[in-house]
């Protein structure tokens, strides 16, 4: 089992940047990828990003590519989502999540652990 937590969000205008960060503990963390996850008021929990185990795959959702870029740093076990050009249909709840699997994928069911989610919003 792996405990995730997140942290990094807050209040800011639109166009700023923000980094989540998010910290694992439990299994080795080098063995599986990890994703980002987002869920706006009223609307379904949905893919942002995903790393592979290595940190050299990525995958995004084509609402942030090219502004939102996924990362890892396996020796201090922490995943992160640097957001930039941030715009008002950002904002949402962000979990992070570790994925049962070694690369990266965006079915929220292969991801076996969540974070407890950190808030973004975006003023505009």
């Known amino acids: 089992q792996v405990q995730l937590v997140e942290s990094g969000g807050g209040l800011v205008q639109a166009g700023d940047s923000l980094r989540l960060s998010c910290a694992a503990s439990?299994?080795?963390?080098?063995?599986?990828?990890m994703g980002w996850f987002r869920q706006a008021p009223g609307k379904e929990r949905e893919f942002v990003a995903a790393?592979?185990?290595?940190?050299?795959?990525?995958d995004y959702a084509d609402s942030v590519k090219g502004r939102f870029t996924i990362s890892r740093d396996n020796a201090r076990n922490t995943v992160y989502l640097q957001m930039n050009s941030l715009k008002a249909e950002d904002r949402a709840v962000y979990y992070c999540?570790?994925?049962?699997?070694?690369?990266?994928?965006?079915?929220?069911?292969?991801?076996?652990?969540w974070g407890q989610g950190t808030q973004v919003t975006v003023s505009s």
């Open positions: 999540a570790a994925s049962k699997y070694a690369l990266s994928s965006r079915p929220t069911g292969d991801f076996a652990s």
């Open positions: 790393i592979s185990y290595t940190g050299l795959g990525t």
């Open positions: 439990g299994r080795t963390f080098s063995s599986y990828a």
